[in-house]
Every structure is written in structure tokens, then in C-alpha cells.
């Protein structure tokens, strides 16, 4: 079992800054890929931007060049900065890991419970 804890959504003005953290914890041999989902009301969850183990990272278009993934390894745990906020942005945001369980078998998906961001105009 992996457990997801994220922190640190809220209400920001436009313009402002957020960051996210989500922690994994459990029973597992290691976290792969970790990354941030968002759904905004009445739209698909989408990626925000995710990142390896080694550091590559992908974003969202978007995002780019506002919004920062990192992560510790040592901590199973990443984060999101996100600056330069915009009410688009406002969405739940969902912290994402492939987790490679002991033994054989492929990384499993688990999620996070999703935590509001908010960013009024």
C-alpha cells in the first residue's frame, strides 16, 4: 500500500505564489516517476508536469516557465512551486507517483486525495 499526503493549496491573488508538496510513504521498493494532475470544474484532469528519479522534467505548456517540479529522493517526496499564478490555474491538484513495489511486477499509480488551489482575478 502507498499512501499520498499532499500540502499547501489554498487562495492566492493572481500574481501570486503556491507551493505544493506531496509525500509517499508506505510499503514499496521505490517511487519512480512523481508528478502533479489538475482538474478544474467540468474538465479532464490533466498533467501539470512530472519528474524522473534522475531530475528530467515535462510540463504542461501551459505552465511553463511559472510553475517548478523537484523532488527528494532521500524524502519520497515532491514539489511544486508554482509563481506568476493565474485564475485558470484554479483547479484540485493531484500528486502522482509510479511506485515499483518489491518483487516482480510493474509500478503501480497511486494518487494523492487532491488539494484546492484557488487563484482569484
Known amino acids: 500500500q502507498v499512501q499520498l499526503v499532499e500540502s499547501g493549496g489554498g487562495l492566492v491573488q493572481a500574481g501570486g505564489s503556491l507551493r505544493l508538496s506531496c509525500v509517499a510513504s508506505?510499503?514499496?521498493?521505490?517511487?519512480?516517476?512523481m508528478g502533479w494532475y489538475r482538474q478544474a470544474t467540468g474538465k479532464e484532469r490533466e498533467l501539470v508536469a512530472d519528474?524522473?528519479?534522475?531530475?528530467?522534467?515535462r510540463y504542461e505548456d501551459s505552465v511553463k516557465g511559472r510553475f517548478t517540479i523537484s523532488r527528494d529522493n532521500a524524502k519520497n517526496t515532491v514539489y511544486l512551486q508554482m509563481n506568476s499564478l493565474k485564475p485558470e490555474d484554479t483547479a484540485v491538484y493531484y500528486c502522482?507517483?509510479?511506485?515499483?513495489?518489491?518483487?516482480?511486477?510493474?509500478?503501480?499509480?497511486?494518487w494523492g486525495q487532491g488539494t484546492q488551489v484557488t487563484v482569484s482575478s
Open positions: 502522482n507517483a509510479k511506485v515499483r513495489p518489491y518483487g516482480l511486477g510493474d509500478d503501480n499509480d497511486a
Open positions: 508506505g510499503h514499496f521498493f521505490r517511487v519512480n516517476v
Open positions: 519528474i524522473t528519479r534522475g531530475g528530467s522534467t
